[in-house]
């Protein structure tokens, strides 16, 4: 890859391990920047493990972690050597503020090898990106991808103003620490602490300091980082990506909100969202636009426009590499080529509030009455949100789980309408599940698939799509 067009493309992390290691690496290899997905990863850990790690990666990763205890006691519970036959897999803890040795053992360990297996056989930047939504296994999460080196850590779907100075602490052998939300409690938030010397009982090896770069969706997100990085070891916001609400995944909903008659909030963005890139190319970092750029003409767009390159999802999410399920991807990239995948702005979907972007496929819960037929279990529990309940404890609740269990534990009927279960939906996209339980997709535009197929059946490579995305720059890529 000539030096020009080097890391014009970010991919975006996609959760749940849509953005897998081998994407990741392939993408690094050609020069642009490969993203692990690092949402839920403890979850496909356990799924990968049940099905008897069968190209033996992880068992491969694990055997360079410093700390052996912890990845014997992980294969004595869930690595089972040629895969689970019959019967359910059994599933990680679900969160808490108080997790589980176990659980702590999941994380980090699920961290290390996904950036370990993207890092490896080349020394091309690896980013690992996770959801601010999601913040309690933060200091886990972000202490094990450091174990391995990781070179960025991006976030989004929340201001992660903490990010930055856990990553000090953890280098600098303090325990680290993070505040999660808590509804309804005096303080409004818990400290999620982890004291990893005492956890391994020992020192860390030495480890580098990975930059940050967090998502945001405008100039005064971007500058609010920046703002705030004046306070922080200087370097620790190495740039940005700026989403678009085009953009498949989570969205930032609009912010002069319109609503029906029922009083729900419709996907209707105006002036106000519209993102002023000269003020963010101000702020003198670098930026990478995403949302529906995933075109020579629009990374010429995203360039004119200030930016180092674009950040796209889609385009790497459908290619070879991805680790959507396969038979899914063929159905979605088929449909795609005839121009006949709908996707749609969900602003109920999602348990976390923000909108969502879902592609519309049959038998997915997408659709109607696969949503309805579907019994609303909460097993997994990623995206719970802690609230203090009244004898003073903390309780773990999401509006897509159970109705009546909701609202036993304090949360509002009408929060749970047409929400979705993305825990679930997710894990079985990527495979990652026990048969019965309904996909959900998320995905943008995908009119990039008429350029990259020559018929329904057709497919394409992470380095297929890299090179038509570069094809306009001068010089060319290799
Ligand atoms: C399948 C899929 C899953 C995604 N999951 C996440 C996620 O977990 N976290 C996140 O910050 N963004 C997520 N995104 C958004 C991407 O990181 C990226 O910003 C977006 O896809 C760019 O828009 P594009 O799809 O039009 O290229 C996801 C996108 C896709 C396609």
Redesign the pocket.
Same mark, same amino acid.
């Given at each position: 890859m000539s030096k020009k067009t080097f890391g014009m493309i970010r991919?975006?992390?996609? !959760?749940?391990n849509?953005?897998c290691p081998r994407l990741a690496k392939a993408l690094a290899m050609l020069g642009q920047y490969g %993203?692990v997905?690092g949402?839920a990863l403890e979850r496909v850990l356990v799924a990968i493990l049940q099905r008897g790690d069968p190209d033996g990666n992880i068992r491969r990763a694990l055997a360079t972690f410093p700390f052996q205890a912890i990845v014997k006691e992980v294969m004595e519970k869930y690595f089972v050597d040629g895969g689970v036959k019959k019967g359910r897999f059994k599933n990680a803890p679900s969160f808490t503020i108080n997790p589980s040795g176990l659980l702590i053992a999941l994380v980090v360990c699920a961290n290390y090898s996904f950036v370990w297996l993207a890092k490896e056989g080349h020394d091309h930047p690896i980013t690992i990106?996770y &959801?601010e939504k999601i913040a309690m296994p933060h200091p886990f999460a972000v202490l094990g991808a450091m174990l391995a080196n990781v070179d960025f850590i =991006?976030?989004? $779907?929340g201001m992660a103003l903490l990010i930055p100075e856990m990553i000090v602490d953890i280098l600098e052998g303090r325990p680290a620490h993070y505040e999660v939300l808590v509804l309804g409690s005096k303080s409004n938030s818990h400290t999620v602490l982890f004291d990893f010397e005492s956890f391994f009982g020992a020192k860390l090896p030495t480890m580098k300091k990975p930059g940050f770069i967090p998502?945001v969706s405008s100039y005064v997100a971007a500058n609010a980082f920046v703002r705030l990085s004046s306070r922080l070891p200087k370097g620790s916001i190495s740039g940005f !990506?700026v989403?678009e609400n =085009? $953009? $498949? !995944?989570?969205n930032a909903p609009p912010r002069r909100p319109v609503f029906d008659a029922g009083g729900n909030m419709l996907p209707v963005y105006g002036e106000k969202d519209v993102i002023d890139y000269a003020r963010i190319a101000s702020l003198g970092l670098p930026f990478w636009i995403?949302?529906?750029? $995933?075109s020579p003409k629009k990374l010429a767009e995203a360039l004119a426009l200030g930016a180092q390159g674009?950040?796209? !999802?889609?385009?790497?999410?459908l290619c070879e590499e991805s680790g959507?399920d396969q038979r899914m991807r063929r159905r979605l990239r088929a449909l795609g080529f005839f121009g006949k995948l709908k996707t749609n702005q969900d602003m109920q979907v999602s348990p976390t509030g923000y909108p969502f972007?879902v592609a519309m496929l049959e038998g997915t819960v997408a659709e109607t009455k696969v949503f309805e037929n579907r019994e609303r279990i909460c097993d997994h529990g990623v995206l719970c949100t802690p609230y203090q309940k009244s004898d003073g404890t903390i309780g773990y609740r999401c509006p897509s789980g159970p109705i009546d269990h909701y609202v036993a534990q304090g949360g509002i009927r009408e929060d749970t309408e047409g929400r979705k279960c993305l825990c679930n939906g &997710?894990l079985t %996209?990527a495979g990652m599940n026990n048969e019965g339980e309904p996909a959900i997709? =998320? &995905?943008?535009?995908v009119d990039f698939l008429r350029h990259l197929m020559t018929g329904p059946e057709s497919s394409y490579t992470a380095e297929n799509a890299v090179r038509w995305l570069l094809s306009e720059q001068n010089p060319t890529p290799p």
């Open positions: 991919c975006g992390g996609m !959760g749940v849509i953005s %993203t997905s949402v990106n &959801l =991006t976030m989004g $779907a998502v !990506g989403e =085009t $953009a $498949a !995944g989570h995403g949302g529906n750029y $995933a674009v950040q796209v !999802g889609s385009i790497f999410a959507m972007m &997710l %996209t997709v =998320t &995905l943008g535009n």
